[in-house]
């Protein structure tokens, strides 16, 4: 999951301890909070958008997917008029902190052949939310992670 570290960064988890995924408004990213993402599923919490971008922490799904309330704020900037109440088109899930790690930059992340096929890593992606194997999951928590 990519977050804009200035909008919420891993410390910022940390210190709160459990933050929802707002401001999701891509139907693809958004579908894989709502129907693959599961309650205790593993979060490599990615930095976008900022000098170095990269994993920095790992977080855990702790809530099964819910309206994003933010949809229904007209002083949100993901407020969106045509979302209703009664149907509402964005959900999000709620993560918890598990640790910070040291940066792994997206560079890094392309060194290993392990990883050639991770979505995040596929030029021009540009999803907030991407899945990760098994296999790239074991990869990076177990050999880039010690």
């Given amino acids: 999951m990519k977050s804009e570290p200035d909008e919420a960064s891993i410390d910022d988890l940390a210190t709160r301890g459990t933050l929802p995924w707002t401001g999701v408004r891509n139907y693809q990213a958004r579908n894989f909070m709502r129907d693959v993402m599961r309650l205790g599923d593993g979060v490599l919490f990615y930095h976008s958008s900022c000098p170095e971008p990269g994993i920095a922490g790992l977080a855990e799904v702790s809530s099964a ?33 598990v640790r910070k790690t040291p940066l792994i930059a997206l560079p890094a992340l392309r060194e290993y052949d392990a990883l050639a096929d991770m979505v995040v890593l596929r030029r021009g992606n540009r999803l907030s939310i991407t899945p990760v194997t098994p296999a790239e999951w074991r990869f990076i928590t177990e050999k880039l992670m010690k």
Wanted: hydrophobic share 25%; charged share 35%.
């Fill in 65 to 97: 997917p819910y309206p994003d309330p933010t949809q229904f704020d007209p002083k949100s900037d993901y407020y969106d008029k045509a979302s209703k109440q009664e149907a509402p088109r964005w959900s999000l899930v709620d993560v918890k902190f």
